[in-house]
């Protein structure tokens, strides 16, 4: 998150920073070891960690799993993906993407809105013109994880 930025539930990228955090906190872990334990007593219900039998200590609430995989959904497009290395070295107007990605106006709108709703990308107003940019540094890091991941 930013040094001197306070982030509620409520900031705009907050889905986004949330989903980043938690791909970079869990990319060098492998997979977990989610072993199914019985309880056979109410004082079972507890393991020693603390953590109910059944559950892995490290599963995330429904509600952001289902943030994450907008996130996820929103980079499983190639297109986007170039979008998202254009943007990196600076911001660009939907004119200039759909050129250099080599990608329809219209086509590059819609990818551009999923990137958007997403929070991935972010925009500013100059004159009638809608610059486009990266909303955060650390969605080109899960890019590139993505990346040394597929090898």
Not at 2 to 11: C, K, V
Not at 13 to 20: N, T
Not at 22 to 33: E, F, I, K, T
């Amino acid at each position: 998150m930013a040094d001197d930025e306070q982030l509620s539930r409520h900031h705009p990228r907050w889905d986004v920073l949330v989903s980043l955090a938690y791909l970079r906190n869990h990319a060098n872990r492998g997979s977990m070891d989610c072993t199914m334990t019985t309880a056979t007593t109410e004082s079972d219900t507890l393991a020693a960690d603390g953590v109910s039998p059944g559950r892995c200590p490290d599963v995330s609430p429904e509600a952001d799993r289902q943030r994450y995989a907008a996130i996820s959904r929103a980079l499983a497009d190639p297109k986007r993906l170039c979008v998202l290395e254009i943007l990196a070295s600076g911001e660009r107007s939907v004119s200039d993407l759909s050129t250099e990605a080599r990608c329809q106006i219209p086509n590059m709108s819609q990818h551009l809105a999923v990137l958007r709703s997403s929070g991935l990308v972010a925009t500013r107003r100059e004159g009638s013109t809608v610059m486009y940019r990266l909303s955060d540094p650390r969605v080109l890091e899960a890019y590139q994880l993505i990346r040394s991941l597929a090898g």
